[in-house]
């Protein structure tokens, strides 16, 4: 019983969006915002997840090499910064979504771009830093025991930080398109 009234609840909620939806189309919504806010935190919780998930499983690579290599501590630090700038595309991405959303006449276009853009820009920054992360985890180790492995594991970082900055591109022309398309519906 529980479990049907639940279905119908939420089937409920959900036909009242559509329907909220469908009445506001190309015109400003007052929903319109909610989808831009979430895009910008989406942008900065998933490239902020990304950074920290990279920069701890390559810290926790840089730790375990320090003990039999100390003096290449500082060369291995490399992944850690490189994880560390997801968060900076993240945030960039996060501040313009913000600044973008108008305190009246935002459209459900412009709030579904931003909502894309977020999406964007995070999940390329979650993917970016978790690919970083074990790379960076499994080649200063590596480095260690072989040093001629250093450039290697560099190139397959920044092919790694790449998909972020992908991510970021989309993102900015996402949020580019989410203002001109608010203005094309209110001409």
Do not use: W
């Not at 390329?124 to 025991?145: F, K, T, Y």
């Amino acid at each position: 019983m529980y479990a049907s009234m639940k279905k119908a609840t939420a089937l409920a909620a959900f036909s009242a969006m559509t329907l909220h939806m469908a009445e506001a189309g190309g015109e400003n919504s007052d929903v319109a915002p909610f989808f831009g806010f979430m895009g910008a935190a989406i942008a900065l919780v998933f490239s902020c997840m990304g950074a920290a998930y990279g920069t701890a499983k390559s810290g926790v690579g840089v730790a375990s090499m320090g003990v039999m290599r100390p003096e290449l501590v500082m060369k291995s630090i490399v992944p850690v910064v490189m994880a560390g700038v997801l968060g900076i595309y993240g945030l960039v991405i996060a501040v313009i979504i913000s600044t973008g959303i108008p305190d009246t006449g935002y459209c459900m276009f412009g709030g579904y771009a931003h909502l894309a853009s977020g999406l964007s820009c995070g999940l390329a920054g979650l993917a970016a830093g978790m690919a970083i992360g074990i790379v960076g985890d499994a080649g200063v180790r590596a480095n260690a025991q072989q040093p001629k492995l250093y450039v290697g594991m560099i190139l397959i970082l920044i092919f790694a930080e790449a998909l972020a900055l992908y991510g970021l591109i989309v993102g900015i022309i996402l949020t580019v398109k989410a203002s001109s398309g608010c203005a094309a519906g209110a001409r």
